[in-house]
């Protein structure tokens, strides 16, 4: 030891000789008599120098040594997904090695006892994050210049320093070092040793953002780092770290305005440094992004008097960098041209905007308008304009004498302000006029209006179809104003109309961008909403609130944007439990006037329980009133009823419970319609924790076993549980057939990722003597593990039969592995598979390149059996659900999908089992089950093994082994417990194990 110390400060020193280098790192890699933590930490300062060096690499330094003992093992890296557009990494100075630029501050104020000084010499006179981190030692201000080029010239730490924190379990000091030095991986790894405190969150949101910018930036870092902030920040709202941090993650999702007020709330803190940096950086978001805005404005200004003053000022200037508001405005100024010269003076503006877009299409339009005459088109065009003001006497009159003109255009101009105002019109003669004009500009509105009539027919794939196709054409017309149009559409029809939050965030990240391309802020606006509603259906609730609130800080003035947002806010904080919160937010919505909308008035209903708000009944009477009168879909109509019978339940229980099977019974008519199926839900789930309240608990069993839809329920071992927002009913039916039940209306906070807990300890010894639980438990429940103990055989639930008396059955039975994951993954490589314990002649295997997605599509259709071996990976940009990866078909399409597995026939009813990480994971729909397990038992799967967390190399065998019972004629259910009870007895830390769940 003391000869590698001395040898150590001779390296550093430099006065160990070159020739001397290579032997004394074999010996520190060799040595077992060094003691381990020093050993380790000589090993990774000596393979850091040499980095730095440039003969020796910093992977290497973490390869090569191993954490130190007491910690625990480096978090596995998901695989990267694909950036997300608005979003950068923070910049991290520094290498792999410990070789920081720290301050050597000392006797700052708040240290804890275990905090201490940190004496480590830096010759440079600037910080290497950009974040601010909260150990007491390096919390003083220095400025931030990013990292540019190379490494910069550091000096590596002094290893006592390492150990003596070590010692000391200083795992805040240790983590601090790692961040600082650019490994915020192991940071996180140290931090997990230390408790949660708003100080620690804090750091390990830095962290969060710091793993993600190593990923290459996929979605989740920073929405967790956000989430860990807003925990810090109300815990403590001055939190300067946590607010500074908070505004960088603000900054880096595009949200300047909302990171500028961060920023000042440190500003305001008068911290020596920071506050002065803060405030610069406050002044720079603010200003950039304000006069954006204002640049919107005045181009929108500019148009306004087009149509009504004949010697308004062009916008010529506008005309190049907003052509998308001043096409809309030029086409009605053309329209309200009363005359030959009125017109032809518009052909400077038709210039400029054809120099925008590239054409003479304007051009020509303007030419071939002052062609017409104007003994007739004069009057009319003086009409126009009074009737898109309102002023018109007839409308009826006017639209008829318009379609008999044949001045196309106008009447185009006419029926799309009756469209845009949500009057009833003649949709077939507007597309065909459209459409006649020959203007692709028209010819997309043309295709987004029969769009939303086969959307209004319950016809939304045709819809669809015709928006992407419409999409195409925009883009090869490079009419990017039509395209956000277009994009906004298409990711409205995927929240509202089928509940599909992966595909509109994809369109709404689109759309975002090229709003901002475009410099459009109104459609930007637009689109933070929408990716809020996404965000917020998601349950990243502090990422869908920052969306919203940055939305209504672009438009604080207006009262209809003030209540969308605090409406949707108020809906974002009862997801999050926060009660009071949402009460006052809703409360804001009530005051400013507005109409509470669906959103508002399902809040206003759940927020009910909680005891009457001021003006709630005579709000949500005119509510129901508008809804009723507006509703086109038969979901719409269903849900209203919900809306109604849950708020009527805490005044009048016959009334609210009448409504609620009204609900139910109109629902179940339309199943294709995603608000019909959110009716259904959210009313079975109001009856069950009726039941509860009212102690009939066979009741709330045969309502769950309704939602369900399932038949032949057994009449013993059956568990059911219902989760109702804070209500949890549970209910079983033990081994003689006694009904028992319980009702537990005090959560507080959201459901999480596992249940144990859940069922009572009472109602779980009644089942005890069952040798199979079936689990009936809608969502969010489904899916979930550790309801039961992981020694009881039980299996979830899902529709049809039960499965007792299922044994093996004759057909192929299908193995994918050896996957060629896309390299822009980062996912590591598999280790091949063990080959099969027996022989068998129905095995098919697809391997390699020829494990694609449509390959194995083609092969689950009349598989028996299947094995699937990958790795597993959710990523909402793609699903709604895990999604297990393939190798790439030709177009580069690698994804599995509970999405396309649904729309398979499996004819062979096979056993499927999912080794993959994460392969049960299911999305937080509170009314609707979303799973790859879910998606095979529908598709015709008797049985599905999957797990909901990391799974390791050996899983396969566990798998096989569990295969091997089922074979034999064992129950799935007793076959999975067997050999979970075998691996926890062999190796009692393979934890994961507990996490397989079954579904049948």
């Given at each position: ?42 090993q ?9 060096e ?51 501050v ?33 919390g ?17 730490l ?26 915020p ?21 830095v ?100 149509m009504?003053?004949?010697g ?25 041209a ?26 020509e ?61 003649d ?56 395209c ?28 975002w ?44 003035e ?19 439990f ?174 999480g ?85 027996r022989?068998?002649p ?5 391997e390699?390149t ?19 071996h990958?790795?597993g ?40 089992l ?29 049985a ?57």
């Open positions: 030891m003391i000869a590698d110390c001395a040898n150590l400060a001779a390296f550093v020193d430099g006065h160990l000789p070159p020739e001397a280098h290579e032997g004394f790192l074999a010996h520190l890699t060799g040595c077992e008599a060094c003691g381990v933590r020093f050993h380790d930490l000589l990774l300062d000596v393979l850091g120098r040499l980095a730095m440039g003969t020796g690499s910093p992977q290497a330094a973490l390869e090569a040594a191993p954490l130190p003992d007491a910690a625990p093992a480096p978090l596995p890296l998901p695989p990267p997904e694909p950036v997300r557009p608005g979003r950068r990494p923070w910049r991290v100075a520094g290498g792999l090695a410990l070789a920081v630029g720290m301050a050597a000392t006797g700052l104020p708040g240290r804890t006892a275990r905090e201490a000084p940190l004496p480590w010499r830096a010759s440079a006179a600037n910080r290497p994050l950009e974040a601010r981190l909260t150990y007491a030692a390096v003083g201000h220095r400025p931030y210049v990013p990292q540019r080029g190379a490494l910069p010239e550091v000096t590596p002094p290893l006592r320093e390492l150990v003596a924190l070590e010692d000391r379990e200083d795992w805040h000091g240790l983590s601090t070092a790692y961040l600082l030095s650019g490994d991986r192991q940071a996180l790894t140290w931090l997990q040793r230390a408790p949660a405190t708003p100080d620690l969150d804090s750091d390990r949101a962290a969060a953002v710091g793993l993600g910018a190593a990923k290459a930036g996929e979605q989740g870092p920073l929405d967790e780092a956000l989430r860990l902030l807003e925990g810090t920040l109300r815990a403590r709202p001055d939190h300067p770290q946590a607010l500074w941090n908070r505004a960088l993650v603000l900054r880096d999702m595009d949200l300047p305005l909302l990171a500028a007020d961060s920023f000042e709330a440190v500003a305001k803190q008068g911290e020596p440094g920071w506050s002065a940096e803060a405030a610069a950086r406050a002044r720079v978001l603010r200003e950039k992004t304000q006069a954006r805005g204002r640049a919107w404005k005045q181009a929108q200004a500019a148009t306004q008097d087009l009504t003053d004949p308004a000022r062009l916008p010529l200037e506008e005309a190049g960098k907003l052509p998308g508001i001043v096409r809309v405005a030029f086409y009605d100024a053309v329209r309200a009363a005359s030959r010269d009125a017109v032809l003076r518009l052909h400077p503006l038709a210039e400029a905007l054809d120099r925008a877009y590239g054409g003479t299409r304007l051009r339009y303007v030419t071939r308008v002052a062609e017409h005459d104007f003994r007739r088109r004069g009057p009319l065009a003086r009409d126009y304009a009074r009737f898109t003001q309102d002023k018109h006497p007839s409308r009826e009159t006017f639209l008829e004498a318009l379609r008999r003109s044949g001045e196309d255009d106008l009447y185009v101009g006419a029926l799309g302000y009756e469209l845009n105002q949500g009057r009833p019109v949709v077939e003669a507007f597309v065909r006029a459209a459409d006649g004009l020959g203007d692709p500009w028209f010819h997309l509105i043309a295709e987004q209006t029969r769009a939303n009539r086969e959307v209004q027919d319950g016809q939304w794939w045709k819809a669809e179809a015709r928006v992407l196709e419409a999409l195409r054409t925009c883009e090869a017309q490079r009419l990017a104003y039509r956000a149009r277009l994009q906004l559409w298409l990711s409205d029809m995927y929240l509202q109309e089928l509940h599909r939050p992966a595909d509109a965030w994809v369109h709404a990240v689109r759309g961008q090229l709003a901002k391309q475009t410099e459009e802020w109104e459609l930007e606006r637009q689109f933070l909403q929408a990716l809020g509603q996404v965000a917020r259906l998601g349950h990243a609730l502090p990422t869908a609130s920052a969306y919203l609130r940055e939305s209504l800080a672009r438009t604080p207006d009262p209809k944007q003030r209540s969308y947002v605090h409406r949707n806010l108020a809906n974002v904080a009862w997801l999050g926060r009660i009071d919160e949402a009460r006052e937010e809703m409360e804001q919505t009530l005051e400013s006037g507005g109409p509470l909308g669906m959103a508002g008035a399902l809040v206003l209903s759940d927020l009910a329980r909680f005891g009457p708000l001021d003006g709630a009944a005579d709000a949500m009477r005119r509510t129901l009133t508008e809804l009723r009168r507006t509703a086109t879909r038969p979901g719409e109509r269903a849900l209203t009823d919900f809306i109604e019978g849950q708020f009527e339940l805490e005044r009048d229980r016959t009334a609210g419970r009448g409504l609620l099977w009204s609900a139910i019974t109109q629902a179940e008519q339309w199943p294709a319609d995603a608000n019909a199926r959110r009716a259904r839900g959210y009313a079975h789930a109001a009856l069950i924790s009726e039941a509860g309240r009212t102690g009939a608990f066979a009741e709330a069993l045969v309502l769950v076993e309704r939602q369900l839809r399932v038949s032949s329920v057994p009449d013993t071992c059956v568990l059911a549980v219902s989760v109702q927002h804070e209500r949890t009913v549970a209910v079983v039916r033990g081994a003689t057939g006694e009904v028992l039940g319980s009702l537990d209306s005090g959560r507080t906070a959201p459901l990722k596992e249940t144990s807990g859940l069922v009572p300890a009472p109602l779980q010894q009644a089942l005890r003597d069952c040798a199979h639980v079936e689990v009936l438990a809608p969502p969010p429940v489904n899916g979930l593990p550790g309801l039961l103990p992981p020694d009881m055989a039980w299996s979830y639930r899902v529709g049809r039969g039960a499965t007792a008396g299922l044994g093996p059955k004759e057909g192929a039975h299908l193995v994918v592995a050896g996957v060629d994951a896309p390299a822009a993954l980062g996912l590591p490589r598999l280790a091949p598979m063990e080959p099969p314990s022989i068998d129905r095995r098919v295997t697809l390699g020829r494990a694609t997605p449509s390959r194995v599509l083609e092969a689950l259709g009349t598989a028996t059996e299947v094995e699937i990958t790795h990976v959710f990523s909402p940009e793609l699903s709604d659900a895990s999604l297990l990866v393939l190798s790439p078909e030709g177009d580069g399409r690698y994804a599995l999908t509970a999405d396309q597995v649904r729309s398979r026939k499996l004819s062979g009813a096979p056993l499927v999912l080794a993959a990480c994460g392969a049960a994971h299911t999305a937080p729909f509170p009314h609707e089950s979303f799973s790859l397990p879910v998606a095979f038992v529908e598709a015709g799967a008797r599905v093994l999957a797990a909901t967390v990391a799974i390791p190399d050996t899983a396969g065998r566990f798998f096989d082994a569990v295969r091997e019972r089922i074979r034999a004629g064992v129950l799935p259910s007793i076959a999975l417990r067997d050999e979970r009870r075998q691996w926890l007895s062999a190796s009692p830390d393979a934890g994961w194990v507990r996490d397989v769940l079954l579904f049948e």
